[in-house]
């Protein structure tokens, strides 16, 4: 019975989300309200509040699965797991989770980027700096870093996956987990550099 209720969850969801896409790109965001999306997903407003408390929840909910996915390969990694490790495995993972929603995630750039109130929303933001800070100055990693050195890289990072997946989202051939590759690739000097420092 859980997983009929938790798939039933996720059907409910998926609709909101694809309803609440579809508004707010043929309508604007600014003109959609929650009620138009509770009637068109043809789902009460008590329920539509229940998985979204705002609308804009709709839009950033969709990049939740990349923070999961960072917890979870934090949770599964060895506690002396070095931090360079760390950052690849969970944004490879990330990158994973957002290819599988990569149209819905394109359509929301295109909301998103009209929409410059929410805009910074959607990209790197301050819970995702301290995810990556923190993994930055655990000492049992090896090598941990001061704490505005930690945020410099952790910044440098998010950056980069913001801008890649930005070109992403404009329409570019690949796929998000390809742009996570370059990132990874274009950030490799940072690790050098911190292992010659003293």
Known sequence: MPDLRARRHRATRSEIIEVGLRLFES???DAVTMEEIADAAGVSRRTLYRHFPSKDRI????????TASWDQVLDELAADT?????????ARAGGSHLDAQREQLRTAWRIIAT???IETAFLA???WTERLVAVLTDE???HPLEPAAAAVVAG???GALDAAMAHWASGSDGTIADGVEMV????????SRRRRAP
């Open 82 to 90: 070095p931090a360079r490790v760390v950052f690849e495995r969970a």
């Open 156 to 158: 440098a990072y998010l």
């Open 59 to 66: 839009l950033l909910d969709l990049t939740a699965e990349a």
């Open 140 to 142: 049992a990693r090896g």
């Open 27 to 29: 309508k604007g965001y």
């Open 115 to 117: 929409t410059p109130a």
């Open 125 to 127: 933001n301050a819970s």
């Open 184 to 191: 990874i690739t274009q950030l490799a000097p940072i690790w």
